[in-house]
């Protein structure tokens, strides 16, 4: 909200609009979706959490199912984000889709970490990320308040994605010290939903330039079957761990 106003106060009343509005579309799955997965995997964990173990073991599990959901929501709001904005809101809002590919871009990345909060609350150690939180928020305020002339209605952009040079080191530090394994091996656990998202990213645009389809129920049920056909074939060459995903029938 903070930064509605001050985007409103630098940049102009215009630059809050469009803002307020790609918030809004990135909120849908972030909210509804990711912290939907982070309340529910607050509880499992509670449950586990003095058998290391078993709270690998349900992490990985739940890891693995928000991510194969929140990937290709965000790779797909990319996908399809002139054709949502002009299917909604109309012409005017041209500069949205912009922004809104750009804030799920981040999202998306932010995402790797999205099960780090509850086991912070579980263990207590949520200060140890404080920090850099209020680092990474008073980077992009100082974007914003002295980047607006330069950069626009960019500079709160530029300002989220610089904050993430002191964002991934310290929260990939953090998850590895909880999970006691290396931040790249859980990686490779949802490595094969980003090749997916992106495969149905070039789909979708393929569609678009080829085909001049503009129709977004067209692009998304598209985006739909490509996704699900690339998740099926990485799952035949191993490149998804099926039993991983399988196990949550028993948590």
Not at 49 to 59: A, E, F, I, Q, S
């Amino acid at each position: 909200h903070g930064l509605i106003v001050l985007l409103g106060i630098f940049i102009g009343p215009n630059a809050s609009g469009i803002y307020a509005l790609a918030i809004k579309f990135i909120d849908i799955p972030r909210k509804l979706i990711g912290y939907g997965f982070s309340s529910w995997a607050m509880g499992k964990f509670h449950a586990v959490k003095d058998d290391y173990t078993v709270l690998l073991g349900v992490y990985k599990t739940a890891y693995l199912w928000s991510s194969m959901v929140l990937v290709p929501c965000y790779f797909g709001l990319i996908a399809v984000s002139d054709s949502l904005v002009s299917t909604f809101m109309g012409e005017e809002w041209k500069d949205v889709p912009s922004i809104l590919s750009w804030l799920a871009l981040f999202n998306c990345i932010m995402s790797l970490y999205i099960l780090l909060p509850p086991l912070q609350v579980l263990f207590k150690t949520t200060y140890n990320t404080l920090p850099v939180s209020l680092a990474s928020t008073a980077t992009l305020l100082l974007f914003v308040i002295f980047g607006a002339q330069y950069f626009g209605l960019y500079a709160p952009i530029i300002g989220i994605f610089v904050s993430l040079l002191i964002i991934i080191p310290k929260f990939s530090s953090e998850l590895s010290k909880i999970l006691k394994i290396p931040f790249l091996s859980l990686l490779k656990l949802i490595a094969g939903f980003f090749i997916a998202g992106f495969l149905m990213l070039i789909a979708i645009e393929l569609i678009k330039l080829k085909l001049q389809v503009d129709n977004l129920y067209l692009l998304v049920l598209s985006g739909v079957l490509v996704y699900s056909i690339s998740v099926l074939c990485l799952t035949y060459f191993k490149a998804v761990n099926v039993d991983i995903l399988k196990s949550i029938r028993s948590i």
